[in-house]
Each structure stands twice: as C-alpha cells, then as structure tokens.
C-alpha cells in the first residue's frame, strides 16, 4: 500500500493568490482528516469527512478555506484567498477504524509571502 | 475546549536509561488514547495505543492510562538515539470525534 499520498510537497505562493492541496487516503479507509501544524499552536483538526460526508469542519479557519470529498479515494483543501498567517505544514490522514488511529501523509509545506 | 496538554522539553535522557512522557488531557469522556512519534521533518506516526486504565507494553514502550487522574504516560525502556523525536499525545472524546493532539514532547537521546 502507498499510504496516504498528498500533493504537493511544497508550496510557495504570494498572498492573495488561492492554493490548492491534494490528498488521497488508504484504500479502504473511510474517514479523512485535514490538520495544520505550525510550531505554536501544534496539530489542529480542520475538518474531517467520514463516508465522504463532512462530520466536523469547526476548526476551518474562516471562510477563506474549503474543504471537498467528491469520492473515496480523493480530497481537496482549498485556501482562497491565501495569506502569510496560512503558512503551516497540511497533514492530511486517514482512519479505517477508530481504535486503529490514523495514517499521516507526509504533509504539504505552504508558504505564503 | 477540549485539551490535551503535554511538558513540550526537551527531555534529555543518557542512552539506554528510561524515558517519562507524560501528558494530561480535561474532558473526562474520553475514550481512546494515542501516542505517536514525529522525526523533525516528517509525519507523525503512530506508536502506540490505550483504551482501558492500566499499563499496554509492546516492545521497549509501555502505556499507562488513568482515567481517574485524566493521565497518559509513555515509557521508553533502553532509550536509544534512535528515539530522539517529538511525542505527540492524541485522545478521542466522545466516538465519532477527531483526535486531539497535544503539542509534543521533544525527547532527546544522548550516545
């Protein structure tokens, strides 16, 4: 199994502009999961789907970000428009069951300048 | 809102001695524990996890879950270089809900 697989890797874009970041979970998994790590706030949930259904998207930062599911094996977080404060890493994770936890992709690094 | 609060280090220990992580978390419901490992760098990963109060060992790492106390712990027997990393503490509420993680502890593992 490949894991879960993000793109990109890096992303370097001037404020204003809109970023998109790519994940596709583990085949079979059926919950998906975006955070955002910077070194003062740690892990943070953004959102996450189950089933393809959004279940939590409370730690979406405002309406500036936006999340989809269009089917199982892909997912999108869309920052519009993008902002120096965005600069994090993007984890996106999968789950097939609660008590297995979660797999990490490798993260997308952002930065907007 | 839901906490869960971990002693960011960096926790310096000899190689081969015993490394304490230890982290706290307030909601009371909670049902799953976590702990993962995180290389500067790179994704967590996960490592171990608890359900029910009491010690869970595998390999050199045990867990140990109070419920009461609202207290998770990870022990590292015969620490190794190897071992030098962040780790993140992660605790699921009620079912249903994402995990929520903790800072991180920074481990360091001297030769």
């Known amino acids: 199994d490949a894991g879960v697989i993000q793109s990109p890797r890096h992303e370097v874009t001037e404020m204003g502009q809109e970023v998109t970041l790519r994940c596709k979970p583990i085949s079979g998994h059926n919950s998906l999961f975006w955070y955002r790590q910077t070194m003062m706030r740690g892990l943070e949930l953004l959102i996450y789907f189950n089933n393809n259904v959004p279940i939590d998207d409370s730690g979406m930062p405002e309406d500036r970000f936006s999340a989809k599911m269009p089917n199982a094996s892909f997912s999108t977080l869309k920052i519009q428009p993008s902002e120096p404060r965005d600069s994090a890493v993007y984890f996106c994770a999968s789950s097939l069951a609660e008590k297995y936890g979660y797999t990490f992709g490798s993260g997308t690094r952002l930065t907007v300048v | 809102q839901k906490e869960v609060e971990q002693n960011s280090g960096p926790l310096s220990v000899p190689e081969g001695a015993i490394a304490s992580l230890n982290c706290t978390y307030s909601?009371?419901?909670?049902?799953?524990f976590f702990w993962y490992r995180q290389y500067s760098g790179k994704s967590p990963e996960l490592i171990m996890s608890i359900y029910s109060n009491g010690d869970k060992e595998d390999g050199r790492f045990t867990a140990q879950l109070n419920k009461a106390s609202q207290y998770v712990s990870l022990l590292i027997r015969d620490s190794q270089p190897s071992d030098s990393a962040t780790y993140l503490c992660a605790v699921q509420g009620q079912a249903g809900t994402a995990l929520i993680f903790g800072k991180g502890t920074t481990l360091s593992v001297s030769s």
């Open positions: 909601d009371r419901g909670s049902q799953s």
